[in-house]
Each structure stands twice: as C-alpha cells, then as structure tokens.
C-alpha cells in the first residue's frame, strides 16, 4: 500500500510554499487576482487575518483553505469568511475539503471568534459539514451568493 503523509500546516509558517498555493489558484479558480492577493496578504500582513491553511500531502500542497476578514459581497457584517477552499483535481474526493473546513474553524475558535461565514453557489456541499444558510447577497460583481454560517468549537 501507499505510504500517505498528510499534514496540515499555516501558510504563515510555511512561506515557502507560496508559489504552490497560487499554482492552486490558477487550476482551481481559471486565475482570480483578489484569491492571489489575499495569499500574498497572508505573508505580509501584521493583522491576525488573512490565514491561509494547507492540507500537504507527500510534501505538496493538495488543497488550501483561507480565513479572511470579508469576502467581495456587498455587506461586511458577515466576519470572519472561511475561504477560498480549493483541492487539486487529482486529489478531490478523499474528504480534504472537508478536513480543512473543520481546520478553519477550529483554528477561529483559536482565534477567538465563535462562529464563522461563508459564501457560495455550490448547493449541497457546504451543508453537510454543519454549515447553515442564512441570507442571500450579491458578490461586487452583482452575481448572487448565498451565505452560511457555522458555530466554532470554543477553546
Ligand atoms: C468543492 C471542493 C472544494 C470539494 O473538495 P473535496 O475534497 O473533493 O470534497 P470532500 O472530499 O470533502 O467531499 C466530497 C463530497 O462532496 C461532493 N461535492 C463535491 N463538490 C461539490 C459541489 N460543488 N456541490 C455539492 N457537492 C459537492 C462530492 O460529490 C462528494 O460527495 P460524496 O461524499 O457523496 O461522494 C473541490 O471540488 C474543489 O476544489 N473545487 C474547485 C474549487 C471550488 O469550487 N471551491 C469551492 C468554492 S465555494
């Protein structure tokens, strides 16, 4: 059988993996320069937030969720926003979404937040991992979103 190391580490303490996680962008997202600009936000900024966490498998990085102050929506109280969250297409399937969803929000209750938000069109997806829709909005580009919301384990 394969021998899997699975690790998920902060991009904070990892920066030598930047390049990795835009090369996620580009395969994930077709290029998104605001998803580019909150990585390279994670190393330079002197905030708490952006944290951008990753799922490295075999010492490459496989999947990467953020924790960001706001998404582009057209409201700012939702805070704090897990996202984005993307897994290489070779590696969808095996539940890594799912692990670094809960990663987020566990290291936001670390963070001292007791719920986090996030936005998205998938239907069905986020649901099944405790996410609760509560509103609808519009991303700036005036495309509809819908928000969830999720409870974080307290610490
Ligand atoms: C969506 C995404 C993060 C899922 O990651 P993943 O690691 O494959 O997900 P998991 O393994 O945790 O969960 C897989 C399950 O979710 C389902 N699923 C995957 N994508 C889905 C979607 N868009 N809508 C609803 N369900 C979805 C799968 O069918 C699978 O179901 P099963 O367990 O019944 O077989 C991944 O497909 C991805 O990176 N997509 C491109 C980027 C993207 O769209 N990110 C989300 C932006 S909001």
């Known amino acids: 059988m394969e021998n899997v190391n699975l690790q998920i580490a902060s991009l904070r303490d990892n920066p030598h993996l930047l390049n990795e996680c835009h090369s996620l962008v580009r395969d994930c997202f077709n290029d998104l320069d605001l998803i580019h600009n909150q990585l390279d936000d994670t190393l330079t900024s002197n905030e708490t937030l952006p ?3 990753l799922l490295i ?3 490459i990085v496989a999947a990467w969720v953020g924790l ?26 095996f539940g890594y979404g799912a692990l670094l969803l809960y990663h987020a929000r566990n290291e936001a209750g670390k963070l001292g937040f007791d719920k986090v938000y996030l936005t998205s069109s998938h239907i069905g997806y986020y649901e ?7 509103d609808m909005t519009k991303y700036f580009n ?3 979103t819908k928000v969830y ?3 974080v384990p307290k610490h």
């Not at 960001?68 to 399937?93: F, K």
């Not at 099944?128 to 509560?134: A, H, P, S, T």
């Open 149 to 151: 919301v999720a409870d």
């Open 142 to 144: 005036d495309n509809p």
């Open 51 to 53: 944290q951008a966490y």
């Open 68 to 93: 960001c102050v706001n998404d582009p929506i057209q409201t700012d109280v939702y805070t704090p926003i897990v996202g984005p969250l993307m897994v290489a297409e070779s590696e969808r399937n």
């Open 57 to 59: 498998k075999n010492g």
């Open 128 to 134: 099944r991992f405790g996410f609760r829709e509560i």
